[in-house]
């Protein structure tokens, strides 16, 4: 890992706001800049959000990160109709124990697309403790921005090499979603990308959120669902499609991913 071998560490001094917006077509910022505020802003939904920084225009999707340190400037448009833009912003002052610390928080991209389910879950729990303003809800939220923070930290080499293998990533997923009825092994996934299979599952996981095996999972049983929901084939039929000659276990898979049995999906 990225900076294992030295200590880190971070002291937060304050969270200033905690706040779910959604900006619509007045919203914009002009070279915003704050001199003692950091930024991180989870976007669950970007219709129409375009942010300038770093020299270039970002279309910010959903499911992304954006994280602002101290002096970051960056301005922002937003096209969108109110309530299709959503984003929850976390704003807070840290004060670094050392340069180690500061140097990996450098580390860390300013625009970061398909952001693990781990940081996501916790984003929307930050913002629903601080939204609800329960008896020590200030205490709680400092406690999991700090996780949070760390958790980034602890991911911050996956982040930066994931952007490398993007690529290839993508080619994985097109391969598997190309193909529905072939369940490829990690070997045959791996090769595609050009990486050994352990660092592959890694890096995958880290991109997606699930395993390959449970990506191609995820991916057949939602294709069959939307086979089953046209009403054109019968159960046993879709199982084929999708690449399981097991009727049953292809009826057990797809309630544990899908929620409900495939005969329950048509009435």
């Given at each position: 890992m990225l900076f294992e071998d030295k200590i880190y560490d971070f002291q937060l001094n304050e969270i200033i706001n905690i706040v779910e917006l959604s900006p619509n077509t007045n919203w914009k910022l002009n070279h915003l800049r704050y001199t003692d505020q950091w930024?991180?802003?989870?976007?669950?939904?970007?219709?129409?959000?375009?942010?300038?920084?770093?020299e270039q225009d970002i279309s910010v999707q959903k499911n992304s990160m954006l994280f602002f340190p101290e002096e970051f400037e960056r301005s922002a448009i937003c096209s969108a109709n109110e309530g299709s833009t959503r984003i929850i912003v976390?704003?807070?002052?840290?004060?670094?124990?050392?340069?180690?610390t500061n140097e990996i928080f450098q580390t860390i991209p300013n625009y970061i697309e398909n952001v693990p389910l781990s940081i996501a879950k916790m984003f929307q729990e930050i913002s629903k403790t601080w939204s609800q303003k329960r008896?020590?809800?200030?205490?709680?939220?400092?406690?999991?921005?700090?996780?949070?923070?760390?958790?980034?930290?602890?991911?911050?080499?996956?982040i930066v090499e994931r952007h490398q293998y993007e690529h290839q990533l993508y080619h994985v997923m097109q391969a598997i979603e190309t193909d529905i009825s072939k369940h490829y092994t990690v070997k045959e996934l791996a090769d595609m990308a050009m990486l050994s299979p352990s660092y592959f599952q890694l890096i995958f996981k880290q991109f997606t959120g699930y395993s390959p095996n449970q990506y191609q999972n995820f991916i057949r049983m939602s294709?069959?669902?939307?086979?089953?929901?046209?009403?054109?084939?019968?159960?046993?039929?879709?199982?084929?499609?999708?690449?399981?000659?097991?009727?049953?276990?292809?009826?057990?898979l797809f309630k544990k991913i899908i929620g409900v049995t495939p005969t329950q999906v048509v009435k």
């Open positions: 930024v991180l802003s989870y976007v669950i939904n970007g219709d129409g959000l375009v942010y300038h920084m770093n976390l704003k807070f002052r840290l004060q670094m124990a050392n340069e180690v008896p020590g809800y200030a205490i709680k939220c400092k406690g999991l921005v700090y996780e949070l923070l760390y958790e980034l930290l602890n991911q911050s080499y996956l294709y069959a669902r939307d086979l089953i929901l046209s009403e054109h084939y019968s159960i046993g039929e879709v199982a084929n499609l999708v690449g399981f000659s097991d009727t049953s276990y292809f009826c057990r």
